[in-house]
């Protein structure tokens, strides 16, 4: 784990596995650690094609 996980202005708010903030906004710039991908939730590429369609 990163610390800290967050600035006073976090780039994101994650629910799973626990709810926490992580990341740094300030100004243009929006940094994290976050990595994400398909196979962690197969089912959000579901849903991003079904908004999109």
Do not use: K
């Not at 990163?2 to 906004?25: C, K, M």
């Not at 300030?26 to 976050?34: D, E, I, L, P, T």
């Amino acid at each position: 784990m990163i610390e800290p996980g967050a600035g006073p202005l976090a780039a994101w708010g994650l629910r799973q596995p626990e709810r926490r903030v992580e990341g740094f906004v300030r100004g243009g710039v929006h940094a994290s650690y976050v990595h994400t991908h398909w196979a962690g939730s197969p089912e959000v590429a579901a849903r991003f094609v079904e908004h999109c369609a």
